[in-house]
């Protein structure tokens, strides 16, 4: 029999994982309702139209297909082996494959919007704390499972709600105390871009290539786009953009210098400034970073892009969002404008867990373990116990009558600090022993006293 393993790319989480998991989780949330987002859950499987061609063509090559059910039909032979063909030839096939398991949140969305508008109210803000797949390389930071925290508001092009999505990326943060920066940019501007280097329809190329910038640098960037027909002056223009540096008023007017006779570009300047400018009175200006390297390489994003790092880490982002003002008429919704954040909770964690910032309070054992130590003495602890917990007062009872020796190394392992013994003496007389196991103090209590002893 072969060794037991897990897909390459996942994790099992034992219940001190567990526990810091959900510590961010539940801070999170608390966040999005403060906000007034209400809670959404849609299926881990979408149609495979649903979801191809919404993430651009590296984005569409990690999304994890899922086999139909019923091909060892014999009578779907035929039908089979011309699906195989067309997937070797790199098609997609019905045959084959008609569903995948989601690849973000914000797809599922936009089609759980487009099939559900006329009940909706909007504008719609709602949050999403589920998990997705990705066949990507694993490596520290990037797993093939993973959880997304999302928060979106659609059926609004207010500029208020990117606002609002700053101050929620920085709420957060801080109640988790870990100091971070979130980078700003807008879409229009890389459309800009494009359009002085040569057309509209070179976006998509230039947006792929400056996404990856940090991973590869300058040079192969300059060699991407080479290859994707960006003539030298037209290089040239990118490399100063790319180059624009200093406080965030200093790039945005060095920029306006760059990109400000064209439409889009005086545009996305303005948007920027109106969101920077909105949080001068917050005091969450200093966490905002004018960024122009930020591409994020995803089709549906039209206007602000936010991505956010952690300070004094190594890591990448641990979250990103921004402004989609069409995404829904993908599902032949048309005019639903939409925007919105995520939060990486994997990334976040491994943050949180190499800065040392969780809580020693959230690993939440038993406060209080009953010893075994006979039928009859069980059956008294038993009764006891119950009315501790009916206090909210965690505790458990050691299954088997044991050797007080194992019992005791049982409650040190699991970090359970009171042990509650109840022998024949105790018995007899109705009350219990307590010791704690920190202080090495032992105290008798009647069991009458024992639901307000202080633990």
């Known amino acids: 029999m072969s060794k037991p393993s897990i897909p390459q790319g996942t994790r099992d989480f034992n219940a001190e994982v567990v526990q810091k998991r959900q510590y961010i989780f539940q801070t999170i949330r608390s966040v999005f309702e403060l906000y007034g987002f209400q809670p959404l859950e849609t299926p881990a499987m979408e149609n495979l139209d649903t979801l191809m061609g919404k993430y651009g063509e590296e984005g569409d090559k990690l999304i994890f297909k899922i086999l139909n059910n019923g091909l060892d039909n014999p009578q779907k032979k035929d039908q089979i082996m011309e699906g195989y063909e067309k997937v070797l030839a ?69 500029l208020i709600n990117e606002v609002d999505l700053v101050a929620i990326y920085i709420s957060a943060f801080e ?19 494009a359009q002085i280097c040569g057309g509209e329809d070179k976006l998509i190329d230039l947006t792929i290539a400056i996404d990856k910038l940090d991973k590869i640098g300058w040079e192969k960037v300059k060699e991407e786009l080479n290859n994707k027909g960006f003539n030298e002056s037209q290089q040239s223009i990118v490399e100063t953009y790319l180059n624009i540096s200093g406080s965030n008023a200093e790039k945005l007017s060095k920029l306006a210098a760059l990109l400000g006779n064209n439409e889009h570009g005086a545009k996305g300047i303005e948007e920027l400034n109106y969101v920077l400018d909105y949080h001068k009175a917050t005091g969450m200006q200093k966490h905002l970073v004018a960024d122009f390297t930020l591409a994020r390489g995803l089709n549906y994003y039209t206007g602000i892009i936010f991505e956010v790092k952690a300070l004094d880490a190594q890591m990448g982002s641990i979250g990103g969002g921004g402004r989609y003002n069409d995404l829904t008429s993908l599902f032949g919704v048309p005019n639903i404008p939409g925007v919105g954040i995520s939060f990486g909770v994997d990334r976040i964690y491994d943050v949180m867990e190499e800065k ?45 009558k044991s050797k007080f020796d194992k019992q005791f190394k049982y409650a040190e392992k699991k970090g359970i600090h009171n042990i509650v013994i109840i022998g024949a003496d105790e018995l007899s007389n109705a009350c219990c022993n307590i010791k704690n196991l920190a202080t090495g103090k032992q105290t008798t209590v009647q069991f009458q006293d024992l639901p307000n002893f202080q633990f």
Request: net charge positive; glycine share 4%; aromatic share 12%.
């Open 90 to 158: 790199g098609k997609n096939s019905t045959a084959i494959t008609e569903r995948a398991l989601r690849y973000d949140l914000t797809i599922p969305f936009a089609r759980y919007v487009a099939m559900n508008q006329g009940q909706l109210v909007f504008p719609f803000k709602r949050y999403q704390i589920q998990p997705v797949w990705r066949a990507d390389r694993p490596q520290k930071g990037r797993y093939r499972e993973f959880y997304q925290c999302d928060a979106d508001i659609v059926g609004s092009e207010s």
């Open 356 to 400: 040392n910032l969780f809580p020693e309070s959230i690993n939440k054992a038993a406060q209080v373990l009953f010893f075994n130590l006979g039928v009859a003495e069980a059956k008294v602890a038993y009764a006891q116990m119950m009315q501790l917990r009916a206090k909210k007062i965690a505790c458990e009872m050691y299954p088997e």
């Open 175 to 193: 109640k988790l105390n870990l100091p971070v920066e979130i980078k700003i940019n807008n879409r229009k501007i890389l459309l800009a871009l």
